[in-house]
């Protein structure tokens, strides 16, 4: 199993235009909710929809960590395969304990990663999810996720990647380190984490 020194050799994840997949993207223009309800008043269809998806977030702040100043809280990691329990991380523990926790992933398994998050305060723009993975040190993987706008609710959203399949073969065996950041269209990291897994014949290696 791999440990913390895994993670070390790996370098700070920081994100740039020209770096990511989507550097063709361009962000929208910021809108409050106020604006984005009075766009399109005349498509009476269109604003009912918006008003009964932001109406409640236009009537009150809705806050759910006072304690917390920042919009988006990141709560947690699952790693899900089919038929097996999801694996999951709690980001809101120690970060630096994650390092220790491995998740173990059979060779060519079909797999996705959700994220659970809560937005307060205020609508967030353009978040996106930006993951790079390093094996002793050297990077080998990067992907980056658009995962969207979402409005202040009290209840916990998230954003599920399409399936992607683990390496497989004698040489994709063994263990990794990823760097994981959620952040948005105007660069403010919401969580940056690491964390690790280990490639292996079966779940039972």
């Not at 917390?68 to 790693?79: E, F, G, P, Q, T």
């Not at 993951?131 to 993987?141: N, S």
């Not at 040489?171 to 990823?178: D, I, K, N």
Request: hydrophobic letters at 35%; proline letters at 4%; glycine letters at 4%.
């Amino acid at each position: 199993m791999a440990d913390a020194e895994t993670i070390q050799g790996v370098g700070d994840l920081e994100i740039h235009d020209d770096d990511e997949n989507d550097n063709k993207y361009k962000a929208p223009p910021q809108k409050t909710i106020d604006e984005l309800i009075k766009a399109d008043a005349e498509d009476d269809s269109l604003r009912k929809y918006k008003e009964t998806l932001l109406g409640r977030a236009k009537e009150e702040t809705i806050v759910v960590d006072p304690s917390d100043d920042r919009k988006v809280i990141v709560k947690s990691l699952a790693l899900i395969v089919a038929d097996r329990s999801e694996m999951v991380l709690d980001l809101t523990s120690d970060l630096n304990e994650l390092k220790k926790q491995v998740f173990v992933i059979k060779e060519g398994v079909s797999y996705r990663i959700r994220i659970d998050f809560i937005v307060q305060r205020e609508i967030v723009h353009g978040l996106k999810y930006v993951q790079k993975t390093y094996r002793l040190g050297v990077p080998v993987d990067k992907m980056t996720h658009m995962v969207g706008s979402y409005p202040p609710k009290s209840e916990v959203q998230s954003y599920t990647t399409p399936a992607e399949d683990a390496p497989a073969g004698l040489m994709a065996r063994g263990s990794y380190a990823v760097q994981s950041v959620f952040t948005d269209d105007d660069k403010n990291i919401h969580l940056k984490w690491e964390w690790a897994f280990d490639i292996k014949k079966d779940w039972k290696d």
